[in-house]
């Protein structure tokens, strides 16, 4: 049963032009969001993060958008450069008395910015 | 600061055989956590701890066990190697909940 969805494994998205993902969740418990980059061989690079108490955080490029009665978060980066060709994955906690928040990870979308 | 550091990057085990894969972190985090990455999956949280001496489960811990006697070291320990365990594992670490957690570069581990 997942409770961290990207439904799109992969996005391709013209170089200079918004980048979209998006990430759906299924546990009401969580209220702690964020996304991160994975280039290949390397760890997981956090991006940005989201409280539920907000709807949106911004830093640089990138914007979370969060909508806590659709269940579903994203995230906007732009404009799109080369170098964020990655794979991007979306991890929820919450305080669910378990896990000393361990993060849920959805199974992440490939990004590609084409030239 | 290095951060979260993994050793070894690379193993290849056969079946039944035993390993440990070391994780270091030098930001003085009390929580410290483990995930495997299976392809084209998402990291699934193994074992964690909180601090020094105090160790759970996550989602995936058979097959695993841990230990914490410092603040800096979480070894994760394999015991009867399965092909079932070839994965990538990630060692994590944050200062405190609700903050970020710094991920090391992971080890690729192959069972034959």
């Known amino acids: 049963d997942q409770q961290v969805k990207q439904n799109s494994p992969s996005l391709s998205v013209q170089e200079g032009r918004i980048s979209i993902l998006n990430c759906d969740y299924t546990n009401s418990m969580f209220d702690y969001f964020l996304w991160y980059k994975k280039y290949p061989a390397e760890g997981p690079t956090f991006l940005i993060s989201?409280?539920?108490?907000?709807d949106k955080n911004e830093d640089g490029r990138f914007t979370v958008f969060l909508n806590k009665s659709a269940k579903h978060l994203s995230l906007h980066i732009v404009p799109s450069q080369p170098g964020d060709s990655a794979v991007y994955f979306c991890?929820?906690?919450?305080?669910?008395?378990?896990?000393?928040?361990?993060?849920?990870f959805g199974k992440g979308t490939h990004l590609i910015i084409q030239p | 600061n290095a951060g979260v550091t993994q050793t070894p990057k690379f193993r290849i085990l056969k079946i039944g055989q035993s390993m440990t894969l070391q994780c270091t972190q030098d930001?003085?985090?009390?929580?410290m956590y483990w995930y495997r990455q299976d392809p084209g999956m998402g990291l699934k949280l193994i074992y964690y701890?909180?601090?020094?001496?105090?160790?759970d489960k996550g989602e995936v811990p058979n097959g695993y066990n841990v230990s914490r006697s410092t603040t800096e070291d979480f070894p994760l320990r394999l015991e009867l190697a399965a092909p079932s365990q070839t994965s990538v594992y990630f060692c994590a670490s944050n200062r405190e909940l609700r903050v970020t957690q710094y991920f090391g570069p992971g080890t690729r581990l192959l069972v034959l």
């Open positions: 701890s909180v601090g020094a001496g105090i160790t």
């Open positions: 989201i409280s539920s108490i907000k």
């Open positions: 991890a929820a906690s919450g305080n669910s008395g378990g896990g000393a928040d361990g993060l849920t």
């Open positions: 930001m003085n985090h009390n929580y």
